[in-house]
């Protein structure tokens, strides 16, 4: 039993592998596990009612899709009114991305690193989606020039969230796929410690159910990234700057 965790798992236009998935998770942990449908088409009705019908399973629901931010926001409010001694949520994608046995290894690394976001980060080999290696490696720079956050894979779906940072993130700024950055903005100014899991690097058709839309999410993680450098000062956002101008 992982006493004190619970899973969440935001999903937009998910496929008949959800409720397989919440399924095998509910065999391996007794961790209540909450299901975000944000806005999903009503073809994908059944997928979210199978999962609901596993034992301990909740589903939240958003009438229109307002993005990944958006559903772990409300997945966060509902954990902090109705699960109040949680100890830490995991976040996990719908489509596959994330093994069981991953899963269960962030919540391991969560309950040994207790206060600590633990990010379970892939490798990136020459099988990877160009879009996704591509994301990747520009934000995995430009987070490491403008706030000092070395990571390889800044944008993980696979994170271990203590609960002391489950207040700021209910208000956290960013809708989409932009939100998930300023969590680690978050944790870096709050002087978190973030600990890496290394997992498995899984893609389905090339990432073909990826809902990241490369130009308009691309030009909202950029704002976000530069925009969170204000919380820095004066001095130091005019050195990243010229850091990132030397770099480019």
């Known amino acids: 039993m992982q006493t004190g965790s619970c899973i969440v798992i935001p999903a937009y236009q998910p496929n008949k592998l ?9 065999n391996v942990t007794d961790s209540p596990i909450i299901v975000v449908d944000d806005g999903s088409d009503p073809a994908c009705r059944p997928w979210f009612e199978q999962s609901e019908a596993v034992p301990g399973v909740t589903l939240l629901r958003h009438e229109q899709n307002r993005g990944k931010g958006a559903a772990l926001k409300t997945a966060f409010i509902w954990i902090r009114r109705e ?35 633990v990010l379970g980060c892939r490798t990136f080999g020459p099988e990877t989606p160009k879009r996704s290696l591509r994301g990747n490696r520009f934000t995995s ?3 490491k020039i403008l706030y000092n956050i070395d990571l390889e894979d800044t944008q993980t779906g696979l994170r271990g969230i203590p609960a002391c940072m489950l207040g700021p993130l209910c208000t956290l700024r960013g809708e989409r796929y932009e939100y998930e950055l300023n969590m680690l903005i978050l944790a870096r100014r709050e002087i978190i410690p973030m600990v890496v899991v290394p997992i498995q690097t899984i893609y389905f058709n090339n990432n073909a159910g990826s809902h990241y839309r490369t130009v308009a999410d691309s030009l909202r993680v950029a704002g976000q990234m530069f925009r969170g450098l204000g919380q820095y000062g004066l001095s130091s956002t005019l050195s990243a700057v010229i850091d990132v101008f030397l770099y480019a």
């Open 141 to 143: 720079r430009v987070m």
């Open 83 to 117: 699960l109040p001694q949680t100890t830490c949520v995991v976040t996990a994608d719908c489509d596959g991305q994330h093994s069981v046995e991953d899963v269960m290894r962030v919540i391991e690394a969560c309950h040994a690193n207790p206060g600590a976001l």
């Open 18 to 26: 959800l409720p397989d998935y919440v399924r095998a998770l509910r």
